[in-house]
């Protein structure tokens, strides 16, 4: 779940607390549905430091695909452990 509170962006993303990310200058965040937040601005280097910065409060795990991923990528799933005898 996804907040704009002012020029910080509050993620509640599983921990106890939810994450503040301050949004940098030059850089517009909108949050379309509680899900999914659009990042918009004129500098490419600082979106894509601020987009990798809310990536990294919770990457996508490889076993059950949950986390914040980008639109249109594609998480390589691993197989889960097997019950053997």
Known sequence: KAEV???D????V???K???IPIPSGVEVAVDKQTVIT???INK?????FAAAVRRVRPPEPYK???IKFVGEQILRKVGKTTGK
């Not at 962006?9 to 509640?12: F, Q, R």
């Not at 280097?45 to 430091?49: K, S, V």
Request: aromatic fraction near 4%.
């Open 5 to 7: 509170k002012g020029r």
């Open 9 to 12: 962006l509050s993620l509640a």
């Open 14 to 16: 599983g921990f106890p």
């Open 18 to 20: 939810p994450k503040t």
């Open 39 to 41: 990042i918009t601005g």
């Open 45 to 49: 280097e600082a979106l894509g430091q």
């Open 65 to 67: 695909g949950k986390g």
